[in-house]
């Protein structure tokens, strides 16, 4: 398998950052929902938050280096039998997940900065706090965060059912392009 992506499918390269990627955003998605429910007692009370913020800006360095690798290596061409429409809803909806990841991680990285801290990355370096005086930051920030981690989750579970009904229901090369391979 060829690292970047030809005219018919995806590379290695892509292949894996996409699914990295997908893997990353359901993990913070579930860490999130379990750590908005610890009490003060929980031994995880401290430890959650700081595993999510870390993990959100290692997906952040992710995503950087998934947009960059776009224009070194650009996405294959649409199958020949997406129509106008089809094309435009795909253009549509993966401009929607890359803003929505930035827009997310940007809420986040307010929420944790709103008191002046940095945050820790795994304990191996700090990422600086550098705005700070929004009005109500960390409240407003948060409710971005909550709506759009909701918003983001369904609207990739709805990538995913369109990948499907390519594969399933158009039979055409849709989703195994994802996979390395060029169709059927």
């Known amino acids: 398998m060829q690292l970047r992506n030809s005219d018919s499918t995806y590379g290695l390269v892509s292949i894996l950052l996409h699914w990295l990627v997908a893997l990353m955003v359901f993990g913070l998605f579930g860490l999130g929902l379990w750590m908005v429910g610890l009490d003060y007692y929980s031994g995880w009370y401290r430890t959650a938050p700081d595993l999510h913020k870390s993990i959100g800006l290692v997906l952040f360095a992710v995503m950087l280096g998934r947009l960059l690798w776009r224009f070194v290596s650009p996405p294959p061409a649409a199958p020949a039998n997406h129509g106008r429409t089809t094309r435009l809803a795909s253009k549509a909806g993966h401009a929607f997940l890359y803003l929505a990841l930035f827009v997310l991680m940007l809420s986040g990285y307010l929420i944790s900065t709103a008191d002046g801290r940095g945050i820790a990355v795994f304990g191996l370096f700090e990422v600086p706090a550098t705005l700070t005086s929004i009005p109500d930051q960390a409240d407003v920030a948060g409710a971005i965060h909550e709506y759009l981690a909701w918003a ?5 579970g709805l990538h995913a059912l369109a990948a499907l009904k390519h594969h399933f229901i158009d039979r055409d090369a849709t989703l195994v392009r994802m996979f ?5």
């Open 152 to 156: 983001l989750v369904i609207f990739a």
């Open 180 to 184: 390395g391979r060029t169709g059927k």
